[in-house]
């Protein structure tokens, strides 16, 4: 199992590509963009594009997978997410990327994808949704912007991540979430912008 969560993106896209373990040019990944469907879609366009100059920048092999066109039907999912070995899932609203995931199907089939040797990656809302719970991120998240609020996280790592601690726009909400769960004996990692967290099987490593 594989999982690579930031904070911001890829601050290392080297680190990124030998974690992968490929060669740059059989890295193929499914973006997932559903953080961000609150936005207008003039906003989430503008969103995207930037995106994807940064991959594109970085020579980085990528296709959409919108969960939107699974609401209704799930069976397509699977199969297009395994043409990928990378599921890139981008940050936004945490509450509105679970709530994609659930109506989509996503959070039936990721752990099952992971195991099958495709790595989970992502960033800020990316990130927080890999771990056991949403609960108190509504501190730093609209929860509105979804239309049904999930407060479970997928459980794919007990790690509970905190991104964007160099932010002061987000560290009095994440110092506030580093000591609820400092008192449940739960894993938080703080990471700034410029940082990420590799995860093989159990372990696990910050860069």
């Given at each position: 199992?594989?999982l690579y ?7 290392n ?8 373990g490929l ?7 499914a973006i997932?963009y559903?953080a961000?469907d ?10 995207y594009l930037?995106l994807?100059?940064f991959?594109?920048?970085?020579e ?6 919108d969960?939107?066109?699974?609401f209704?039907?799930h069976?397509?999912l699977?199969p297009a997410?395994?043409k990928?070995?990378?599921i890139?899932v981008?940050?936004?609203n945490t509450?509105?990327l ?6 989509s199907?996503?959070?039936q089939i990721?752990?099952?994808l992971?195991e ?8 800020s ?7 056991p719970?949403?609960e108190?991120f509504e501190?730093?998240d609209?929860?509105?912007q979804a239309?049904e ?10 790690i ?6 160099d932010d002061?726009?987000f ?7 580093q ?6 004996k739960?894993?938080?990692?703080p990471?700034?912008n410029?940082?990420?967290i590799f995860?093989t099987d159990?372990?696990?490593k910050?860069g």
């Amino acid at each position: 199992m594989k999982l690579y969560l930031s904070s911001y993106r890829i601050p290392n896209v080297g680190e990124f590509i030998r974690f992968i373990g490929l060669p740059k040019n059989k890295i193929n990944m499914a973006i997932i963009y559903n953080a961000k469907d609150h936005h207008p879609a003039e906003i989430r366009r503008r969103k995207y594009l930037e995106l994807k100059e940064f991959l594109n920048k970085n020579e980085l092999n990528f296709f959409d997978v919108d969960l939107r066109n699974y609401f209704k039907n799930h069976e397509g999912l699977r199969p297009a997410l395994e043409k990928a070995n990378v599921i890139w899932v981008n940050g936004g609203n945490t509450f509105r990327l679970r709530y994609a995931m659930a109506e989509s199907g996503f959070d039936q089939i990721i752990k099952s994808l992971i195991e099958k040797g495709i790595t989970y990656a992502g960033d800020s809302a990316g990130s927080i949704v890999a771990g056991p719970t949403l609960e108190g991120f509504e501190n730093a998240d609209d929860p509105k912007q979804a239309p049904e609020v999930i407060t479970d996280g997928l459980a794919l790592t007990d790690i509970i991540v905190l991104p964007h601690w160099d932010d002061p726009v987000f560290k009095s909400a994440l110092k506030q979430l580093q000591k609820r769960y400092k008192d449940d004996k739960s894993l938080t990692i703080p990471l700034r912008n410029d940082q990420a967290i590799f995860v093989t099987d159990s372990e696990y490593k910050i860069g």
